[in-house]
């Protein structure tokens, strides 16, 4: 009904790209700046060990990782990736969409005036 496909998403979040300030897509998703802050802070802690507590130790035997499904981005399976909704992205990938955003003028505090100063 209001399903506008020319308007591109949020894989993660669903936000469109009106809402988000950045949208990076992939070979079949998009991901908005702020999951991607979300991601990278995600990988930060687990690197740091920060999430080790949460690991499983109430006597199950196999944890709720979701199987090696590949990541939605760069299509490879690597052991560190975050689940979305129907998607997943490895902290390669994440870290590359920081690096894309990192390179933008995302807060710029006012627009650029081509007459110059
Ligand atoms: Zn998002
Ligand atoms: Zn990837």
Known sequence: MTDRPEVAACTFCALDQEQVAMLIAG???YICNNCVELCADIFRKKKSGALDHLKTDTGEESPPEAPDY???F???TKDEKIAGVTVFICDDCVAACV???GDNPLHAGKPHSPDGD
């Open 27 to 29: 070979p079949a998703v």
């Open 99 to 101: 690096k894309v955003i």
């Open 70 to 72: 590949p990541c939605s």
């Open 74 to 76: 760069c299509g490879e």
